[in-house]
């Protein structure tokens, strides 16, 4: 069994930033993106990306954004990857030299692998639930079972994800990432015991029975 990698999503301080880092984040989300309530201006990204140790990934969260604003993330901050949230063409996304992943809003009309194949140089594809004039954050999840739709690419599954079902959405999508940020939050603020259970979870679902006992 392959093991599934953790992001957390749209930390706003250094303190909350390590605290998901001890609780077994792989990567940090770190949301660019004005009318979103976790966006950050570009000083505060800067403190929790100093803060975050080695082997962390700092994940520049955006949607349809300025090139020039762009730039001044990835010049100022020295982020590891860029998530477009947007509407934003496979060439937008890659003129920057930094690895990305393309978010995908799931509905029901969504061909997936069509999708995928449009975004020839994403090293993975992030399929979130799909709310009218929202970019993510919505804490709606979608069916899991479309995370099977045969690509080749990385699939990082988020949407609606708590300690409570995020196990199952595993067993269903199996996905390489889950990424979560309103399921780890307590009244709009991310709360370190449940960074903790949801890491837990997803970790001891990783670990085979003849290793855990």
């Not at 919505?138 to 995020?166: H, M």
Request: aromatic content about 8%.
């Amino acid at each position: 069994m392959q093991r599934t990698r953790i992001k957390i999503c749209g930390l706003q301080t250094p303190e909350r930033a390590i605290q998901a880092c001890d609780a077994g984040a792989d990567a940090i989300g770190l949301v660019f993106y004005a009318p979103s309530s976790r966006h950050l201006e570009i000083p505060q990204a800067m403190k929790i990306r100093a803060a975050l140790p080695a082997f962390v990934d700092s994940v520049a969260v955006v949607v349809n954004p300025e090139v020039e604003y762009m730039q001044q993330i990835i010049d100022q901050v020295g982020i590891s990857l860029i998530q477009f949230h947007g509407e934003e063409s496979n060439a937008f996304c890659a003129q920057f030299d930094i690895p990305f992943i393309k978010a995908i809003r799931v509905s029901a009309g969504s061909d997936l692998l069509e999708t995928e194949v449009k975004y020839a140089d994403a090293c993975g594809i992030l399929l979130d639930t799909h709310v009218k004039d929202m970019y993510g954050g919505s804490g709606e999840t979608f069916d899991w079972n479309r995370a099977n739709y045969g690509g080749q690419k990385p699939v990082i599954l988020a949407g609606g994800l708590t300690v409570e079902n995020v196990v199952d959405s595993l067993k269903l999508a199996n996905p390489y990432a889950v990424d979560v940020s309103s399921g780890v939050e307590t009244r709009g603020e991310k709360d370190p015991k449940k960074m903790r259970s949801f890491c837990r979870s997803v970790i001891s679902y990783n670990i085979p029975e003849s290793i855990s006992g």
